[in-house]
Each structure stands twice: as C-alpha cells, then as structure tokens.
Nanobody, 114 residues
C-alpha cells in the first residue's frame, strides 16, 4: 500500500498550489480520502475530506472557500487545490485513506512566506 503526495513547495502569500496524492495497493474507490496538515508544535489538523464517490466534501472554517478537494477514481488520485494561501497554511500536508483500514502518506511540505 502506498500514498504518495506531491506538489508542495515554497510560495508567497496569495499564491496557489495543487497537491496530488496517488494511491496504490488498495481499492481506492472504496475509501474516504482526506488531507491533513501538521505544523511544527501543533496538532494534526483535518483540512478536507471527500467521500468515496466524490459526492460529499468537508472543509473546516480555516480553509473553506480557499481549498478544494477532488478525486479521480480512474487515476487513484486525490487532489487539493489551495488558493489564496496564507503564512498560517505552512505545514506538512498528508494524504489519508480510510475504509476497511487506514493509510497515511509521508507528506509534502507547503511553505507560505514572503
């Protein structure tokens, strides 16, 4: 089983990034997919999740209106489009799959700084 995130980087406030997470080794279309983030010294925070068929999504207030989660079950991939990035969005972003079992990716660093 693998979840491999990509797309992180260093951007300035107000810019955008698109994260991707490619899954393998399990039935992707049967799993709820989520993005979490963890900043140094802070607890891991859920930033978005999407049901197995993409019919329902959730965002906390901290990212609502700026972040969009989507998935392509044919490509075993979940995306996180992040717009209007703020310094407080700086964190390691991790992909999570939850179904019969739970899996985590290694994460991708997002740094928002001028």
């Amino acid at each position: 089983v693998q979840l491999v995130e990509s797309g992180g980087g260093l951007v300035q406030p107000g810019e955008s990034l698109r994260l991707s997470c490619v899954a393998s080794g399990f039935t992707f279309s049967s799993y709820v997919m989520s993005w979490y983030r963890q900043a140094p010294g802070k607890e891991r925070e859920l930033v978005a999740h999407i049901t197995n068929n993409g019919g329902s999504v959730y965002y906390p207030n901290s990212v609502k209106g700026r972040f969009t989660i989507s998935r392509d079950n044919a490509k075993n991939t979940v995306y996180l489009q992040m717009n209007s990035l703020k310094p407080e969005d700086t964190a390691v972003y991790l992909c999570n799959a939850r179904g019969l079992r739970e899996y985590w990716g290694q994460g991708t660093q997002v740094t928002v700084s001028s």
